[in-house]
Nanobody, 116 residues
Framework: QVQLVESGGGLVQAGGSLRLSCAAS????????MAWFRQAPGKEREFVTF????????YYVDSVKGRFTISRDNAKNTVYLQMNSLKPEDTAVYYC?????????WGQGTQVTVSS
């Protein structure tokens, strides 16, 4: 049973930065491509970015490209999301999970609120 715990969210002004963390317990991240997703109020959960198991490949949706950076530390079983130049439209609950295949049980997510 994998448990995902996201943290690092908060309230920031537009243009600010936050660094999110996602820690997994119950199994290792090693060998697993990981991703961040987000769910804005009244909308479906959407994919944001992923990182390959080795960290050598990343992908970002256009809306966050150049502003967000995903990284990982397999030794710590942790994935990170550095978010810069935040915009009000980035307001959402952010979740991590495996990118491909059956998803693990979702964590509680971490709330990011960007004020204008």
């Amino acid at each position: 049973q994998v448990q995902l715990v996201e943290s690092g969210g908060g309230l920031v002004q537009a243009g600010g930065s936050l660094r999110l963390s996602c820690a997994a317990s119950g199994r290792t991240f090693s060998g697993v491509d990981m991703a961040w997703f987000r769910q804005a109020p009244g909308k479906e959960r959407e994919f944001v970015t992923f990182i390959s198991w080795s960290g050598g490949e990343t992908y970002y949706v256009d809306s966050v490209k150049g502003r967000f950076t995903i990284s990982r530390d397999n030794a710590k079983n942790t994935v990170y999301l550095q978010m810069n130049s935040l915009k009000p439209e980035d307001t959402a609950v952010y979740y991590c999970n495996r990118r491909w295949g059956p998803q693990w049980t979702w964590g509680q997510g971490t709330q990011v609120t960007v004020s204008s």
